[in-house]
């Protein structure tokens, strides 16, 4: 070899090796702008349907910490698609502590040190707008916003956090990045230190705050003495994957939404059914339509294509526990230099607006950020 193919070679493998680590891809996948319109009706219908005040009352297994009554919505709410063959949208899940907005922000602007400026005036105006839906005033601003998670120097998405801070502090907004033990609880509500926290932007994949760790939190969250977002209200209404399955029983929808609204939604959702309900014998048999997820997982832990699934894996899955949900294939997008890669498609979303386009690109059963060459990608609109 010679050099200069030695060092151009030692330099693309140093770039994926960067990419692999960073969860940035350099490459970049089209999106049209057709299905970019059903994945936005997709999200305005289920925002209509998380505001029927009757939709709730249909779901009787709701935790406690999802009951709460309020009256703001969730920041940073993510909804990842799926694009079939025949160019059909599919949503495969919703998140509510949707992480990756900066790595997606960083495939455009690699050196950037902060959020583009109308992206950033759109962040802060979704959080400074939960506080004041919270307190029920136009007028006010958060003093302390607290972002927690659970050992937050050790998460791979700190640096995130400390962009988010930076944008908070830089519009005069003292923030802090806080395991949930820092926090102590008076009957005014939530302290860091000395400070009373206004605002809790939530990182924790505790949802439905359960957790001995989080229940200070929750605590104060059921009397309504933090504004706390994204919050278990929203997780339990639209995020938590037995939604899925209620949304996919027949004609769920039917005294919630419009006509023409159920049906955006039933040709989007892929069927989704809980385990437990089918024969395992049947349902090993027929395993290769199907992806298993387990019904309070994230970030795609413990999910498993059937085609891939071994005996001994299906057996081990507890019924009562696992989703099994039609397996809608992702799309593939085929590199300049030949490369292939899964995609899907992830929209930040604040209430019905959307605040941001990003892409994921992995290869592998399931999506991931450890893909030499893939991760967050840029999207071209066409």
Known sequence: MLKKDFISSWGTMCRIMENQQSGISLYSVNLSRNALKQMIAVVRCLQTLYENRRYSALLPELQDTARVNIRHYSVLMGYDFHITEEQQVKLIEVNTNSGGLWLACRCY?????????????????????????FCKSQKVRPQLIAIVDQQPLTQFLYPEMQIFAKL?????????????????????????????????????????????????????WKNQLVCLTPNPRIYGLLADKQRMADWSQP???KELLSSKQASCLQQAI???KSFHTYSKDELWSERKKWVFKPANGYASRGVYVGEKLTKNKFNSLDPQ??????????????????????????????RDKVTFVSARIYQGQVTNLRTPGGGFSKVRIS
């Open 109 to 133: 602007e690699s050196n950037a040190q902060q959020f583009p400026e109308k992206l950033a005036n759109k962040l802060l105006h979704t959080f400074i707008n939960e506080y004041r839906l």
């Open 270 to 272: 892929p069927y989704t």
């Open 321 to 350: 526990a696992t989703l099994v949900q039609q397996r809608i294939k992702p799309s593939v997008t085929v590199m300049p230099d030949g490369e292939r890669f899964k995609t899907d498609f992830r929209l930040f979303v604040y």
């Open 251 to 253: 004609g769920f929808f």
């Open 168 to 220: 908070f502090q830089q519009a005069g907004i003292d923030t802090v990045i806080i395991d949930p033990s820092e926090i102590n609880a008076k009957e005014t509500g939530l302290y860091y230190q000395d400070q009373r926290i206004d605002l809790i932007y939530n990182r924790h994949c505790d949802f439905y705050l359960q957790s001995p760790e989080m229940r200070v939190i929750a605590d104060a």
